[in-house]
Structure formats: structure tokens, C-alpha cells
């Protein structure tokens, strides 16, 4: 029988999600009886305290050494890792990030096999794990905060003061927006989380080249897909498969919404290759009129050249000096850029958060750790045995690096 625990987050801060709640275990346990047992650490930060677990048949426990199988959300630190055991956190190794050279270097001297959530994949390629949508729509929420503060016009919740998606769809009944433009840019998992909000303020969707063109009375909204803000730098065409393959030969088509648009909530993915949507010397133009931007994104020096530096859910915003290019404390007048870009967004809903990767995580992983053979896993191990998994053979310069 296999044992499998859910691990107590360690970093610092640490975060409240969880792969599993209460009601999850109960559940699976009953399904996976005499195959998999479940067994859960003790946490004070836990969205789900130890008492749900406790009421739900997993009495929490100091240690999780009998446990085979490791769960984990965020990066477990180096001291707390367990030689020899299997684990399941996103690691922030797969890109090369220099900050968590030491971490994968540990995991490979302690013998454990890691799988990054992050490239737990469908053999088409779709990831099968995500927080993705919770990012977008706790991003475009905040983004609906930071222009109600910024304004003056209405007060709602933090997200991270909301109980839960219920709530906040609560709260956003007090919005009352003029007759503003707004953006969102990305149709992934992102993108459609932000439109689940944008979508509850019950204002209009505009076609982008109306949102350009039309004046409008009351607030309207647009979404861009990538041929809306690139195009081909040699002719002005766009072809979409190209753009992914080669976005180093487009540039952007963005600015003319700069000049329409009072908002923008930015949830594409960015490749460093392609063009950023906009230049840093574009914001101190005359026509600039984005006053708003919430980067979910939040790729520091990526397609949103005014995200400077990540903010924090204990301080969402920041301010700029459209002239100077100068942070100021966050909403220091009304002619500043205020800009939300918070980088661990879905943690401010951990509870909603938690139970959607834990259905993903059920449907799509525990059956393959009842596999002789799996794809999936496979495709995710970064390490195994003292060694790089073979698909992430490429990082071994990164782990023998300075």
C-alpha cells in the first residue's frame, strides 16, 4: 500500500493552500481503500485547520517519515527535505531560476525523486494541474480594488479578507465604474479567471477594434487575444502559429490602446522573445491613458514594463511617476500609474484555491501512482536516483553552476 502525506508548508511566509482538504482525503480514501493511505503533517497556516482533518479521519502528526509519497505546494526548504522519499511542489528549478540552484542540488544528494506540478502534463501538452485561473481571478478582483481606492468611487474587500469566491462576488456588487474602458488581455487559464469577474460586474464585452473606435456611456470591456496587440514586424501580418514559434518577428500593436483604455488587467503569457506590449519610454507620452494596471503576469522587466518589482498581498499596489519612471507609495495622485502585481496571487482564496488543484489532482495524478508505467509522472520527474529526469537533462550546467 502506498502512503501518501500531506506535508506542512515551510516557506517563508508560508503559504495556507493545501493539495487536498478534509472533505477531499475522506473521499479519496474511501475510493483508493487497501491501495493508497493518506496521512497528513501538523500546520498552524493551513487554510483547513488540523482539527477539519482530524474530524475528517487524519489526525494531523508531527512527522511523515512512514510516508512514502510527499505533497507539497510551494518549495520545501532544503532542511526539511527527506532523503530518499518521492514529492509532488512546484520547485521554480524547470527555467534555471538561480535562487533555487541549492534546493534542486539537495534534492539530487538526498536521493529523492521529484515531480514539479508545474510540468504534470496531458500527452497533448495541456498541463493538468494548475492555480492558473485563481490567479486571474483574484488578479482582476485586486484590480477592481486598486481602482475603487484609487479613485475614490467605491470601497470593497482585499481579496485575502474574503472567506471565499462567494464572498468577493459579494462584494463586487458594490463596484459602481463610470464610463471607463477596460482590458484584459490572454484566453488561457489566466485570462478566463479574470473574465469570470469581469463578467460578474455585468458590464458590456466590446469587439477590441469597437473598444478603439466608439464612445461609449457606461463602462465596457474588451478582451485581446495576440493578434489584437502584435504583428508581423516585416509586413504587419499575424499568423498565430508563427507568432508562437517566432515571436521574435513581431512587434507590438498595443499602444493605440494606451491611448483609449483607463485599465488593464494583464493575464497572456509572455515569451521573453516576443514584444512587450508596450515601451517604458510609451508611458510618459501625452496619449498614455492607463491609469490601472493589475499584471497578473508579474514578469519583472517582461511585457508589462511598469511592473518594476513584484508587490505583496500585505501591500498589493504601487505607484509611478508616468514622467520621472519613479515608484511612489501606492495611489499618490490621480495622474500616477497605480499598479497591482501581486506574484502569488491564488494564495489570497487558499481555500477555494486548494479544492480546485485537489480535483485536478485527483482525476489527473493519483491514478498514475497506481501505474507500473506512467507518461505523466514521467514527463514530470525532475530528479530520480542522484540524477536529472530525462526530459530535464538540460539542467544539469544550471546544478553544476557557481
Not at 512512514?66 to 527555467?95: N, R, W
Not at 489584437?228 to 514586424?233: D, L, T
Request: aromatic share 10%.
Amino acid at each position: 500500500m502506498l502512503k501518501i502525506g500531506l506535508i506542512r508548508e515551510g516557506k517563508n511566509p508560508p503559504d495556507k493552500r493545501v493539495v487536498f482538504s478534509p472533505t477531499q482525503l475522506k473521499r479519496l480514501q474511501a475510493k483508493y481503500a487497501g491501495e493508497l493511505r493518506f496521512f497528513v503533517q501538523e500546520s498552524p497556516v493551513r487554510c483547513f485547520d488540523d482539527a477539519a482533518y482530524a474530524a475528517a479521519g487524519f489526525p494531523p502528526q508531527p512527522d511523515l517519515s512512514a510516508c512514502d509519497v510527499l505533497l507539497g505546494v510551494k518549495e520545501v526548504p532544503i532542511a526539511q527535505l527527506m532523503a530518499g522519499k518521492q514529492y509532488f511542489f512546484f520547485s521554480h528549478t524547470i527555467k534555471a531560476q538561480p535562487y533555487n540552484r541549492d534546493l534542486l542540488r539537495a534534492i539530487l544528494a538526498k536521493d529523492i525523486t521529484l515531480y514539479d506540478h508545474e510540468v504534470l502534463k496531458k500527452p497533448s501538452g495541456e498541463r493538468v494541474v494548475a492555480f492558473g485561473r485563481w490567479a486571474g481571478i483574484v488578479g482582476a478582483y485586486m484590480g477592481l480594488w486598486t481602482y475603487g481606492e484609487k479613485s475614490g468611487r467605491y470601497r470593497i474587500k482585499q481579496a485575502k479578507d474574503c472567506f471565499d469566491l462567494a464572498e468577493m462576488l459579494e462584494e463586487l456588487k458594490k463596484v459602481e465604474l463610470p464610463a471607463l474602458k477596460l482590458l484584459i488581455t490572454g484566453r488561457g487559464r489566466v485570462g478566463l479567471g479574470a473574465l469570470e469577474i469581469i463578467r460578474a460586474l455585468g458590464i458590456p464585452e466590446v469587439q477590441p477594434e469597437a473598444l478603439l473606435r466608439e464612445h461609449f456611456p457606461q463602462a465596457v470591456f474588451a478582451v485581446l487575444d495576440c493578434q489584437h496587440y502584435a504583428k508581423r514586424a516585416q509586413d504587419g501580418g499575424f499568423q498565430r502559429e508563427e507568432f508562437f514559434t517566432h515571436p521574435e518577428r513581431y512587434v507590438s500593436s498595443f499602444q493605440r490602446y494606451t491611448e483609449v483604455a483607463d485599465m488593464l488587467i494583464a493575464a497572456a503569457y509572455w515569451d521573453h522573445r516576443a514584444p512587450r506590449l508596450f515601451e517604458r519610454e510609451d508611458v510618459g507620452q501625452p496619449g498614455f491613458k492607463l491609469r490601472v494596471i493589475a499584471d497578473i503576469t508579474c514578469d519583472i522587466d517582461g511585457s508589462i514594463p511598469t511592473t518594476i518589482r513584484p508587490s505583496t498581498i500585505a501591500e498589493p499596489v504601487y505607484d509611478l511617476d508616468l514622467t520621472a519612471f519613479q515608484e511612489l507609495p501606492a495611489f499618490s495622485g490621480a495622474e500616477t500609474l497605480s499598479v497591482m502585481a501581486i506574484d502569488n496571487l491564488p494564495t489570497a482564496l487558499p481555500r477555494d484555491a486548494s479544492e480546485d488543484f485537489g480535483e485536478q489532482f485527483a482525476q489527473y495524478v493519483l491514478p498514475e501512482l497506481l501505474l507500473q508505467h506512467s507518461e505523466v509522472l514521467e514527463g514530470a520527474c525532475i530528479a530520480r536516483g542522484g540524477q536529472l529526469g530525462p526530459h530535464f537533462t538540460y539542467l544539469q550546467s544550471y546544478v553544476d553552476g557557481d
